[in-house]
C-alpha cells in the first residue's frame, strides 16, 4: 500500500513547464507594474529612496520583461531563470525591514524570496516541455 509515486520524465518535464511559464508571467507583471503603475521615473525615484542608483530601474524593467517573456516561450529558460535571481534577492533586501509577510505595509520579504526559490528550482530542473531554444546541458543535470 505504501509504493512510492513514480513521477515519469514526461510528467517532470510539464511540470518544470508549468513554473517556468508562471515565473515568466511573474516577471512580466513586476515589469508591467513599473512602466503602468508606477512609472519607469517614479521608479527611478524608488530606487533612490531605498538607497540603489535611479537610472537602475530602466535596466531591471528591461529585465524583467525580456526575462520573462524568454521563460515564457521557453528561450534558454534555465540561465534566464538564474540570471534574473539578484533582481529578487535585491528586492528581498529592500523589504527586509517590513517583515515576512508580503501584505505587510511596504511589503515584506515572503514573495520575493518565494520567487528566488522558484527561479533556483527551475535553474535546477531544467527548460520543461516547449521550449522553443533549450539551454545547454550543465553539470548538475541534464537540460
Known amino acids: 500500500m505504501n509504493q512510492p509515486i513514480r513521477t515519469s520524465d514526461t510528467a517532470a518535464t510539464y511540470g518544470a513547464l508549468l513554473l517556468r511559464v508562471a515565473l515568466g508571467v511573474m516577471w512580466i507583471a513586476h515589469a508591467l507594474l513599473k512602466w503602468l503603475v508606477f512609472t519607469l521615473p517614479g521608479t527611478a525615484q524608488y530606487f533612490d529612496n531605498v538607497g540603489f542608483?535611479?537610472?537602475?530601474?530602466?535596466p531591471v524593467f528591461?529585465?524583467?520583461?525580456?526575462g520573462g517573456l524568454a521563460l515564457v516561450l521557453g528561450v534558454y529558460a534555465r540561465q534566464v531563470a538564474l540570471l534574473l535571481v539578484p533582481i529578487m534577492v535585491c528586492a528581498a533586501r529592500v523589504h527586509w525591514s517590513n517583515g515576512w509577510v508580503h501584505t505587510s505595509q511596504g511589503g515584506g520579504w515572503e514573495y520575493p524570496a518565494f520567487l528566488v526559490v522558484a527561479s533556483v528550482s527551475l535553474w535546477l530542473l531544467g527548460d520543461g516541455a516547449l521550449a522553443v531554444r533549450r539551454s545547454p546541458r550543465f553539470a548538475l543535470g541534464a537540460a
Do not use: D, I, Q, T
Open 62 to 66: 528591461a529585465a524583467e520583461l525580456a
Open 53 to 58: 542608483p535611479g537610472f537602475l530601474a530602466y
